[in-house]
């Protein structure tokens, strides 16, 4: 299983960012896609996850009603939508994956990780 996420940058406050995360090495139904952010000098910490195969998602309240993830089941693609962005929203944001649903917001259930992509959030 090899997960690459992508799509940070730099924006300004209020601003929008989408980030992807493009899975492949196998088909997804049935895992647990997660995303997962860590500012410096901070623990790694849950954003929002989604069950592959129900579509369920899960929100970090620091992100909920801002925050939209999503899956495209023909480009194996899970997005992470963020809209009126925050600096407290600045960190580098990975991509997990995990077979099952079971411990979704926490980042040792998952054994499948991508690279960080970083979003900087300037006020």
């Known amino acids: 299983v090899q997960l690459q996420a992508f799509g940070g940058g730099l924006v300004q406050a209020g601003g929008s960012l989408r980030l992807s995360c493009a899975a492949s090495?196998?088909?997804?139904?049935?895992?647990?896609m997660g995303w997962f952010r860590q500012a410096p000098g901070k623990e790694r910490e849950f954003v929002a996850a989604?069950?592959?195969?129900?579509?369920?998602?899960y929100y970090a309240d620091s992100v909920k009603g801002r925050s939209t993830i999503s899956r495209d089941n023909a480009k194996n693609t899970v997005y992470l939508q963020m809209n009126s962005l925050k600096p407290e929203d600045t960190a580098v944001y990975y991509c997990?994956?995990?077979?099952?649903?079971?411990?979704?917001?926490?980042?040792?259930?998952?054994?499948?990780w991508g690279q960080g992509t970083l979003v900087t959030v300037s006020s």
């Open positions: 997990a994956a995990r077979i099952g649903e079971a411990r979704v917001t926490s980042s040792r259930w998952y054994n499948y």
């Open positions: 090495g196998r088909t997804f139904s049935g895992y647990t």
């Open positions: 989604m069950y592959w195969s129900g579509g369920r998602t």
